[in-house]
């Protein structure tokens, strides 16, 4: 039988019968308006290929990977110095090599900005500290060549390394252009990471230009930052010279013996150049959390991430140059390197820097109306606190413009869903996603050709062979399992920074099945190819012999109005039985936990999940640990109870709140098989 044409299977979606939980279709049109489209249609024309639906386009993307890779590279016309002798040799993993023999740059291809005349604003930037700016892209390319020749007097080379201490602002991203323009290495850590943090992590890249602010403000709150960065200075001796950005106080001084950030942008006649680097070649340094152990140092290369982030904008996300994205994130998070790829489709991004709390929730919807953002990007913990809050966010400001919006950070669960469609909007797509760190990217998320079930990561990302593997290995559909890539992906790391052996790589993603990626979360994929995360595999609560993930108890309990955060760990009996599970929960000012509340959580958990879900013990405490990049730590709090000293079980300065951690140590060491106590940690 024929395949039916792809249009036919989208007019099919939206005749076909409304199921309960299908809360967006695609448009009838929308291979004729989609970048998407645009590309099925040129496979058609320039490869001679068809697809009948996403399906099957998704399976020749992670089968063929030579034949889906090189027509990324083609389609989005990279720009190149030499052109790769092959697209892929060796596809084992580790060790997948792509692209060998072609040069090409970063910078070169984002400032390339298709579709953008010089006028154009690329750049829009807004935030609590100063006024907002906004740059065209003319005066973009203006300042990253004056930036790159303040670079280059500095003795910049290609492969060293420039750090930047600073907040989602113009200077940094122009930093990183300017750095990566000539070879060199960018790293970032966002102002709000302490000393200790930001050390961990660059002692290990040694570089040798740091660029820093003088403080931030948070809200209406001024943040001084002078002390941490002379304690930073002090800490890194590769360091050969310090450049200050005057951001809290346009009339600082920079720090003693460094420049000013005008002194580095000094007029020069010296032209924009691009160093042609290999495709491998490092762009830049992103780190793990760090919760154990140094954070790894992982090192991106300007190839694997150009290709990836023009698949995923533009493909997935249907960025182009109509578009004005947003996503709010810090500069240390990899969302930020992910939504500062946007002018490499054409698309103006737009930052800020700040509280997005301030002076109340609705602050980012706002900031959405007055710069026109088309695609809204955040993480599922502020959806889910505006959903608590009662707001709705279109009746405090004009979205009309907004036709997308992304979800990560953490699952979004089915009620996250129902608000966005309910308050915001209920033409705009609704995209959850997920990935991480390891592939600056995610590889489970949203496509316009496909509808958006409550609850559901709509598919797999294209070139992203994602599988759920049982506790035997094998691949299952319709269950719970080890999320894993079974193909390389060119954004997969280099590698680690000062690995030479590749060991500690290996160790990070490849021990458990050799030869596949195991990235850590527990993943149900279903028969239409849909995702459910659940959350974090080494946090995994096992009683009898039945995985639940984490993801669905926070939902369900935090959806209570008494609880503003929770925290949930499974003990395991050493004899082999149930063991114990436990929940902290963060309860809303003024509230003490009490019998009474107790039954309602365990009531719900039963009702909504299953009596396995109800925890043996319910504690009241006044934090849960998070990361600096709000990620709960199940594991160091399970450690913790478990008798591992706090210094051990986790990095404090990896934390965003470290004195958290106390509260548990404390109730570990005052706890008994009979306690029950309801006294706040």
């Given at each position: ?9 989208v ?23 989609s ?9 058609r024309e ?15 993307s992670?089968t ?13 016309e ?11 040799t ?48 003319a ?18 080379v290609a492969?060293?390394?420039v ?6 602002i113009?200077?940094t ?44 403000r948070y ?11 002379a ?24 720090p ?7 002194e580095l ?22 780190y793990?959390?760090g919760?154990?152990?140094l ?5 991106h ?30 500069t ?15 698309a103006?991004?737009v ?11 609705g ?14 990007g955040?993480?599922?913990p502020?959806?889910?606190a ?6 709705r ?17 953490a699952p979004?669960?089915?009620e ?5 469609y309910?308050?915001?909007?209920d ?15 995610g590889?489970v ?18 070139g ?14 319709g ?23 590749g ?24 028969s ?21 993930g984490?993801?669905?108890?926070y ?15 499974h003990?395991?009996d050493?004899e ?7 929940l ?11 019998d ?12 909504s ?10 504690h ?54 009979d306690a ?6």
């Open positions: 039988m024929a395949p039916r044409p792809m249009d036919s299977v007019r099919g979606l939206r005749e076909g019968g409304a199921v309960g939980d299908v809360l967006w279709t695609p448009p009838a049109d929308v291979l004729q308006r970048r998407i489209g645009n590309y099925l249609r040129w496979l320039h490869r001679g290929l068809d697809f009948a639906d996403y399906d099957e386009l998704w399976r020749w992670v063929d990977l030579d034949a889906f890779w090189r027509s990324i590279w083609d389609h989005f990279v720009v190149a110095h030499t052109p790769p002798t092959a697209t892929l060796d596809a084992g993993m580790p060790g997948a090599r792509w692209f060998p023999g072609a040069t090409l740059n970063y910078a070169q291809n984002v400032l390339r900005m298709p579709g953008r005349a010089d006028d154009d604003p690329v750049v829009i930037a807004h935030g609590q500290t100063r006024a907002p700016v906004t740059l065209t892209a005066e973009l390319r203006e300042q990253v060549r004056r930036v790159a020749a303040g670079l280059r007097r500095l003795g910049v492969g060293d390394r750090a930047a201490y600073a907040p989602n113009p200077e991203y122009v930093l990183l252009l300017a750095t990566s323009s000539l070879g060199a290495i960018f790293s970032s850590c966002a102002p709000e990471f302490g000393t200790r943090s930001v050390t961990d992590r660059w002692q290990q890249i040694e570089p040798k230009v740091l660029v820093a602010v003088d403080g931030y809200g209406d709150k001024p943040v001084d930052r002078r002390g941490e960065v304690a930073i200075r002090a800490a890194l001796p590769s360091l050969e010279h310090t450049v200050g950005i005057a951001y809290l106080d346009p009339a600082a001084t920079p003693e013996g460094a420049l000013g950030w005008d942008t000094a007029e020069t006649d010296e032209p924009l150049t691009f160093t042609p680097v290999p495709f491998d070649h490092p762009l830049y340094v992103l793990s959390s919760t154990t152990g954070p790894k140092p992982i090192v290369g300007h190839g694997g991430i150009l290709l990836e982030h023009l698949k995923m904008l533009a493909l997935h996300h249907d960025l182009g140059p109509s578009d004005r994205f947003f996503w709010f994130t810090t240390g998070w990899m969302m930020w390197n992910f939504l500062v790829s946007g002018p490499a489709v054409g103006t991004i930052l800020f820097d700040g509280n997005p709390g301030h002076p109340d929730l602050a980012l919807w706002r900031l959405a109306e007055e710069t026109g953002t088309t695609y809204f955040t993480s599922a502020f959806l889910l505006c959903r608590k809050a009662g707001l966010p279109a009746e405090i400001a004009d979205l009309s413009a907004l036709r997308g919006l992304g979800s990560t950070g979004l669960p089915a996250g869903f129902t608000w966005v309910e308050t915001v909007g033409r705009l797509q609704l995209q959850s996603l997920s990935g991480g760190t390891d592939v600056c990217t590889f998320g949203g496509v316009p050709l496909l509808p958006v079930h409550a609850g559901e990561i709509t598919c797999r990302a294209l992203a062979k994602v599988e759920a593997r049982s506790a035997d290995g094998t691949p299952v559909v269950e719970l399992g080890e999320l894993v890539i079974t193909a390389p992906m060119p954004s997969m790391p280099v590698g680690f920074w000062n690995d030479p052996d060991r500690r790589y290996r160790e990070a993603y490849f021990e458990v099945y050799p030869g596949v990626w195991r990235h850590g979360d527990w993943i149900t994929i279903n239409r190819g849909g995702c459910v995360i659940t959350g974090r595999s080494d946090a995994t609560l096992n009683r009898g012999g039945v995985r639940l984490t993801a669905e108890f939902s369900v309990v935090e959806g209570l109005d008494e609880v503003v955060d929770s925290v949930v760990v003990l395991e050493d082999g039985g149930a063991g114990e599970l436990l902290f929960v963060v309860l809303a000012e003024g509230l003490e936990l009490d009474d509340l107790r039954r309602a959580i365990c009531r719900e958990l039963r009702t999940l299953s009596p396995r879900h109800v925890p043996d013990e319910i009241q405490v006044r934090a849960v640990p998070r990361t600096l990049s709000a990620k709960k730590l199940e594991v160091p709090v399970k450690k913790i109870l478990t008798g591992t000293p706090v210094d051990r079980a986790a990095a404090k300065g990896a934390l965003a709140n470290p004195e958290s951690l106390t509260a548990f140590a404390t109730f570990a060491q005052r706890r008994t098989p029950n106590s309801a006294t706040p940690a």
